[in-house]
Protein backbone atom coordinates (compact mmCIF):
# COMPACT_ATOMS: atom_id res chain seq x y z
CA UNK A 1 0.00 0.00 0.00
CA UNK A 2 1.29 3.60 -1.18
CA UNK A 3 1.96 6.19 1.83
CA UNK A 4 1.65 8.74 -0.75
CA UNK A 5 0.24 11.62 0.59
CA UNK A 6 -1.68 14.13 -1.60
CA UNK A 7 -3.25 16.39 1.11
CA UNK A 8 -0.50 18.86 2.26
CA UNK A 9 -1.17 20.08 6.50
CA UNK A 10 -0.25 23.96 6.88
CA UNK A 11 -1.11 24.80 10.50
CA UNK A 12 0.94 28.33 10.32
CA UNK A 13 2.32 31.34 8.02
CA UNK A 14 0.53 33.10 5.74
CA UNK A 15 0.35 32.24 1.96
CA UNK A 16 -0.36 34.23 -0.96
CA UNK A 17 -2.63 32.04 -2.76
CA UNK A 18 -3.06 32.69 -7.06
CA UNK A 19 -4.33 30.49 -9.44
CA UNK A 20 -4.70 29.76 -13.14
CA UNK A 21 -2.17 31.49 -14.46
CA UNK A 22 -2.61 29.90 -17.58
CA UNK A 23 1.06 30.60 -19.10
CA UNK A 24 0.86 34.32 -18.47
CA UNK A 25 4.42 35.32 -17.69
CA UNK A 26 3.29 38.98 -17.13
CA UNK A 27 0.97 38.27 -14.33
CA UNK A 28 3.22 34.97 -12.91
CA UNK A 29 6.45 37.64 -12.67
CA UNK A 30 3.99 40.23 -10.72
CA UNK A 31 2.57 37.42 -7.82
CA UNK A 32 6.31 36.13 -7.57
CA UNK A 33 7.41 40.08 -7.08
CA UNK A 34 4.51 40.71 -4.61
CA UNK A 35 5.14 37.50 -2.68
CA UNK A 36 8.72 38.47 -2.63
CA UNK A 37 7.77 41.61 -0.93
CA UNK A 38 5.04 40.45 1.13
CA UNK A 39 8.09 38.01 2.68
CA UNK A 40 10.49 40.91 3.23
CA UNK A 41 7.66 42.92 5.15
CA UNK A 42 7.43 39.87 7.30
CA UNK A 43 3.20 39.98 5.78
CA UNK A 44 3.86 36.39 3.94
CA UNK A 45 5.91 33.10 4.33
CA UNK A 46 4.67 30.84 1.74
CA UNK A 47 3.62 31.49 -1.93
CA UNK A 48 0.88 28.63 -3.44
CA UNK A 49 -0.61 28.11 -6.68
CA UNK A 50 -3.75 26.39 -7.30
CA UNK A 51 -2.98 24.77 -10.53
CA UNK A 52 -2.74 25.25 -14.22
CA UNK A 53 0.05 27.44 -14.78
CA UNK A 54 0.19 26.08 -17.87
CA UNK A 55 -1.34 26.41 -21.10
CA UNK A 56 -1.80 29.55 -22.79
CA UNK A 57 -4.80 30.91 -24.34
CA UNK A 58 -3.35 33.07 -26.55
CA UNK A 59 -0.77 32.72 -29.66
CA UNK A 60 2.17 30.40 -28.90
CA UNK A 61 5.21 32.99 -28.86
CA UNK A 62 2.94 34.46 -25.97
CA UNK A 63 2.27 31.34 -23.64
CA UNK A 64 5.29 31.62 -20.94
CA UNK A 65 4.06 28.01 -19.75
CA UNK A 66 7.18 26.34 -19.66
CA UNK A 67 9.13 29.55 -18.27
CA UNK A 68 7.21 29.67 -15.91
CA UNK A 69 7.00 26.02 -15.03
CA UNK A 70 10.59 25.92 -14.39
CA UNK A 71 11.13 29.54 -12.35
CA UNK A 72 8.87 27.43 -10.19
CA UNK A 73 10.70 24.31 -9.50
CA UNK A 74 13.75 26.81 -9.08
CA UNK A 75 11.89 28.48 -6.63
CA UNK A 76 11.09 25.62 -4.81
CA UNK A 77 14.56 24.47 -4.68
CA UNK A 78 15.50 27.68 -3.61
CA UNK A 79 13.09 28.64 -0.84
CA UNK A 80 12.03 25.00 0.02
CA UNK A 81 9.17 23.07 -0.68
CA UNK A 82 7.31 24.48 2.81
CA UNK A 83 7.49 27.91 0.96
CA UNK A 84 6.74 27.59 -2.34
CA UNK A 85 3.60 25.17 -3.25
CA UNK A 86 1.78 24.32 -6.33
CA UNK A 87 -1.28 22.19 -6.36
CA UNK A 88 -1.93 19.80 -9.75
CA UNK A 89 -4.72 21.47 -12.32
CA UNK A 90 -6.75 19.76 -14.83
CA UNK A 91 -4.55 21.14 -17.25
CA UNK A 92 -0.77 19.87 -15.68
CA UNK A 93 -2.49 16.23 -15.48
CA UNK A 94 -3.09 15.24 -18.76
CA UNK A 95 0.73 15.09 -19.23
CA UNK A 96 1.27 12.88 -16.48
CA UNK A 97 -0.79 10.17 -18.46
CA UNK A 98 -0.17 11.26 -22.47
CA UNK A 99 -3.46 12.32 -22.73
CA UNK A 100 -5.06 15.09 -24.93
CA UNK A 101 -6.82 18.15 -23.75
CA UNK A 102 -7.97 20.56 -26.18
CA UNK A 103 -10.99 23.28 -26.14
CA UNK A 104 -12.41 24.28 -29.54
CA UNK A 105 -8.98 24.83 -31.90
CA UNK A 106 -6.79 25.04 -29.37
CA UNK A 107 -4.56 21.98 -28.54
CA UNK A 108 -3.54 22.48 -25.39
CA UNK A 109 -1.53 19.63 -24.73
CA UNK A 110 0.36 19.02 -28.17
CA UNK A 111 1.63 22.65 -27.61
CA UNK A 112 3.29 21.97 -24.39
CA UNK A 113 4.69 18.49 -25.12
CA UNK A 114 6.15 19.75 -28.31
CA UNK A 115 7.92 22.40 -26.65
CA UNK A 116 8.85 20.04 -23.68
CA UNK A 117 12.12 19.19 -24.82
CA UNK A 118 15.62 18.55 -22.51
CA UNK A 119 13.10 19.30 -19.71
CA UNK A 120 10.64 16.33 -19.91
CA UNK A 121 11.89 14.64 -17.40
CA UNK A 122 11.99 17.52 -15.13
CA UNK A 123 8.72 18.95 -15.82
CA UNK A 124 6.81 15.56 -15.62
CA UNK A 125 8.16 14.38 -12.55
CA UNK A 126 7.38 17.74 -10.88
CA UNK A 127 3.84 17.39 -11.97
CA UNK A 128 3.94 13.58 -10.84
CA UNK A 129 4.93 14.97 -7.54
CA UNK A 130 2.05 17.80 -6.60
CA UNK A 131 -0.23 17.14 -4.10
CA UNK A 132 -4.08 17.80 -5.02
CA UNK A 133 -5.34 19.80 -1.91
CA UNK A 134 -3.84 21.62 1.33
CA UNK A 135 -5.63 21.80 4.09
CA UNK A 136 -5.38 24.29 6.52
CA UNK A 137 -5.60 25.12 11.03
CA UNK A 138 -7.73 28.15 9.59
CA UNK A 139 -10.25 25.55 8.56
CA UNK A 140 -9.58 26.94 4.79
CA UNK A 141 -9.01 23.97 2.14
CA UNK A 142 -7.62 24.91 -0.95
CA UNK A 143 -7.71 22.88 -4.26
CA UNK A 144 -7.75 23.35 -7.52
CA UNK A 145 -11.16 23.18 -8.63
CA UNK A 146 -12.93 23.21 -5.94
CA UNK A 147 -16.20 21.06 -4.09
CA UNK A 148 -16.31 18.61 -6.76
CA UNK A 149 -19.67 16.70 -5.81
CA UNK A 150 -18.73 13.84 -7.42
CA UNK A 151 -15.47 13.27 -5.69
CA UNK A 152 -16.97 13.16 -2.40
CA UNK A 153 -16.87 9.58 -2.14
CA UNK A 154 -13.36 9.32 -3.21
CA UNK A 155 -11.60 11.58 -0.53
CA UNK A 156 -9.32 8.28 0.61
CA UNK A 157 -8.62 7.63 -3.26
CA UNK A 158 -7.44 10.81 -3.83
CA UNK A 159 -5.31 11.44 -0.80
CA UNK A 160 -3.23 8.64 -1.17
CA UNK A 161 -3.30 8.70 -5.31
CA UNK A 162 -0.55 7.23 -6.78
CA UNK A 163 -0.43 7.71 -10.58
CA UNK A 164 2.68 5.33 -11.30
CA UNK A 165 1.51 2.56 -9.75
CA UNK A 166 -1.71 3.10 -12.99
CA UNK A 167 0.92 3.74 -14.99
CA UNK A 168 2.99 0.89 -14.32
CA UNK A 169 0.09 -1.08 -14.20
CA UNK A 170 -0.91 -0.30 -17.78
CA UNK A 171 2.79 -0.91 -18.94
CA UNK A 172 2.26 -4.41 -17.66
CA UNK A 173 -1.20 -5.07 -19.61
CA UNK A 174 0.34 -3.49 -22.59
CA UNK A 175 3.55 -5.78 -22.20
CA UNK A 176 0.63 -8.82 -22.20
CA UNK A 177 -0.69 -8.27 -25.19
CA UNK A 178 0.59 -10.66 -28.19
CA UNK A 179 0.61 -7.40 -30.73
CA UNK A 180 -0.26 -3.86 -29.96
CA UNK A 181 -0.60 -3.21 -34.11
CA UNK A 182 -4.47 -3.75 -33.79
CA UNK A 183 -4.48 -1.50 -30.76
CA UNK A 184 -2.66 1.37 -32.36
CA UNK A 185 -4.94 0.88 -35.38
CA UNK A 186 -8.03 1.19 -33.40
CA UNK A 187 -6.56 4.52 -31.63
CA UNK A 188 -6.16 5.49 -35.07
CA UNK A 189 -9.58 4.63 -35.99
CA UNK A 190 -11.01 6.16 -32.78
CA UNK A 191 -9.10 9.35 -33.61
CA UNK A 192 -9.15 9.66 -37.42
CA UNK A 193 -5.57 9.63 -38.27
CA UNK A 194 -2.48 7.10 -38.21
CA UNK A 195 -1.28 6.41 -34.68
CA UNK A 196 2.56 7.64 -35.44
CA UNK A 197 1.30 10.98 -36.86
CA UNK A 198 -1.15 10.93 -33.95
CA UNK A 199 1.98 10.27 -31.38
CA UNK A 200 4.54 12.86 -33.20
CA UNK A 201 1.84 15.53 -32.88
CA UNK A 202 0.35 14.79 -29.49
CA UNK A 203 3.76 14.03 -27.42
CA UNK A 204 6.73 14.67 -30.10
CA UNK A 205 7.34 11.01 -29.78
CA UNK A 206 9.79 10.64 -32.82
CA UNK A 207 8.79 7.07 -33.60
CA UNK A 208 7.82 3.50 -32.68
CA UNK A 209 11.66 3.56 -31.40
CA UNK A 210 10.77 5.84 -29.19
CA UNK A 211 10.22 4.58 -25.57
CA UNK A 212 7.33 6.94 -25.48
CA UNK A 213 5.38 5.74 -28.35
CA UNK A 214 2.91 4.08 -26.30
CA UNK A 215 2.25 5.79 -24.21
CA UNK A 216 -1.13 7.78 -26.07
CA UNK A 217 -2.64 4.42 -26.05
CA UNK A 218 -1.76 4.07 -22.56
CA UNK A 219 -3.44 7.24 -21.18
CA UNK A 220 -6.07 6.22 -23.42
CA UNK A 221 -6.16 3.01 -21.61
CA UNK A 222 -6.17 4.41 -18.23
CA UNK A 223 -9.13 6.88 -19.13
CA UNK A 224 -11.24 4.36 -20.26
CA UNK A 225 -10.69 1.96 -17.50
CA UNK A 226 -9.52 2.98 -13.84
CA UNK A 227 -12.04 4.40 -11.60
CA UNK A 228 -9.13 5.48 -9.37
CA UNK A 229 -8.50 7.92 -12.85
CA UNK A 230 -12.30 8.66 -13.17
CA UNK A 231 -12.09 10.07 -9.56
CA UNK A 232 -8.88 12.48 -10.24
CA UNK A 233 -10.64 13.39 -13.17
CA UNK A 234 -14.43 14.42 -11.45
CA UNK A 235 -12.10 16.09 -8.69
CA UNK A 236 -10.36 18.22 -11.21
CA UNK A 237 -12.57 19.17 -14.35
CA UNK A 238 -15.33 19.42 -11.64
CA UNK A 239 -18.15 22.50 -13.19
CA UNK A 240 -18.83 23.11 -9.02
CA UNK A 241 -22.80 24.39 -8.83
CA UNK A 242 -23.06 24.48 -12.42
CA UNK A 243 -26.50 23.12 -13.46
CA UNK A 244 -27.24 22.64 -9.55
CA UNK A 245 -29.58 24.58 -7.45
CA UNK A 246 -27.91 27.00 -4.92
CA UNK A 247 -29.33 25.07 -2.48
CA UNK A 248 -28.52 21.71 -3.68
CA UNK A 249 -24.91 22.86 -4.09
CA UNK A 250 -24.70 23.96 -0.34
CA UNK A 251 -25.21 20.94 0.69
CA UNK A 252 -22.85 19.37 -1.39
CA UNK A 253 -20.41 21.94 -0.21
CA UNK A 254 -21.15 20.63 3.40
CA UNK A 255 -20.90 16.99 2.42
CA UNK A 256 -17.50 17.62 0.55
CA UNK A 257 -16.43 19.14 3.17
CA UNK A 258 -16.95 16.86 6.26
CA UNK A 259 -15.63 14.14 3.53
CA UNK A 260 -12.28 16.33 3.27
CA UNK A 261 -12.04 16.94 6.54
CA UNK A 262 -10.90 13.21 7.44
CA UNK A 263 -7.46 13.57 8.92
CA UNK A 264 -7.11 17.65 9.02
CA UNK A 265 -5.82 19.29 11.95
CA UNK A 266 -9.13 20.94 12.02
CA UNK A 267 -13.02 20.30 10.19
CA UNK A 268 -12.20 22.36 7.44
CA UNK A 269 -14.97 24.85 7.06
CA UNK A 270 -14.26 26.73 3.43
CA UNK A 271 -12.77 25.86 0.21
CA UNK A 272 -10.89 28.35 -1.84
CA UNK A 273 -10.72 26.91 -5.57
CA UNK A 274 -9.76 28.99 -8.96
CA UNK A 275 -10.47 27.25 -12.18
CA UNK A 276 -13.64 29.02 -13.21
CA UNK A 277 -13.95 31.85 -14.61
CA UNK A 278 -15.26 34.87 -12.38
CA UNK A 279 -16.11 38.89 -12.99
CA UNK A 280 -13.89 41.26 -11.51
CA UNK A 281 -11.17 38.50 -10.07
CA UNK A 282 -13.35 36.48 -7.56
CA UNK A 283 -16.76 34.80 -7.03
CA UNK A 284 -18.51 33.80 -3.09
CA UNK A 285 -20.42 31.20 -4.47
CA UNK A 286 -21.58 30.75 -0.96
CA UNK A 287 -20.68 30.59 2.90
CA UNK A 288 -18.64 27.43 2.02
CA UNK A 289 -16.87 27.96 -1.60
CA UNK A 290 -14.28 31.24 -2.63
CA UNK A 291 -13.71 31.00 -5.91
CA UNK A 292 -10.19 33.43 -6.81
CA UNK A 293 -9.37 34.36 -10.41
CA UNK A 294 -5.47 35.72 -10.48
CA UNK A 295 -5.38 36.86 -14.34
CA UNK A 296 -6.60 34.09 -17.08
CA UNK A 297 -10.07 33.78 -15.42
CA UNK A 298 -10.48 36.78 -14.17
CA UNK A 299 -12.62 39.33 -16.79
CA UNK A 300 -11.39 41.47 -17.24
CA UNK A 301 -7.76 39.87 -16.47
CA UNK A 302 -6.59 43.29 -15.14
CA UNK A 303 -9.04 42.72 -11.74
CA UNK A 304 -6.87 39.57 -11.28
CA UNK A 305 -6.86 38.40 -6.96
CA UNK A 306 -4.68 36.94 -5.21
CA UNK A 307 -5.32 35.54 -1.52
CA UNK A 308 -3.27 36.51 1.48
CA UNK A 309 -4.36 33.71 4.07
CA UNK A 310 -3.13 33.22 7.36
CA UNK A 311 -2.79 29.16 7.37
CA UNK A 312 -3.69 29.52 11.42
CA UNK A 313 -6.40 31.95 12.36
CA UNK A 314 -9.90 30.27 12.11
CA UNK A 315 -12.58 31.31 9.33
CA UNK A 316 -15.74 30.64 9.76
CA UNK A 317 -17.08 31.56 6.92
CA UNK A 318 -15.50 32.36 3.13
CA UNK A 319 -16.79 36.16 3.22
CA UNK A 320 -14.18 36.35 6.10
CA UNK A 321 -11.62 35.86 3.11
CA UNK A 322 -12.89 39.09 0.79
CA UNK A 323 -10.66 41.79 2.82
CA UNK A 324 -7.43 39.96 2.52
CA UNK A 325 -7.97 38.99 -1.53
CA UNK A 326 -5.03 41.72 -3.24
CA UNK A 327 -5.48 42.69 -6.74
CA UNK A 328 -2.54 41.07 -8.59
CA UNK A 329 -1.99 44.35 -11.12
CA UNK A 330 -2.94 47.37 -8.38
CA UNK A 331 0.14 49.63 -8.62
CA UNK A 332 1.92 49.19 -5.16
MN1 LIG B 1 -8.72 24.25 -14.31
Known amino acids: ?30 CVDLFHTLRERGEAQRLIFLGDLIHGYGPLDRDGSLTM ?12 PDTVMMLLGNHEMPHIYGITLAKGDMEFTSRFENVLGEHR ?38 RHFDHQTLLDQADATLAQAPDLAPLYRQYGGIHGAPYDELARHFLAVDGPDDPRYPHLLRGFMISQQSPAFAALWDALFTQNEYGLTPTAYVTGCQEYLRAFSAGAPVPQTVVVSGHIVTQHGYALVNRYHLRVSSAAHARPREAGMALLLDCAVPVKSADELLRNLIGVFDER
Open 121 to 158: DRVLSFFKSLPLAIRTAAGVMLTHAGPALDAIRHADTL
Open 69 to 80: ILRVIKLQEELG
Open 1 to 30: MSMTDRFVTLTHGTALVVTDLHGDLDAFAR
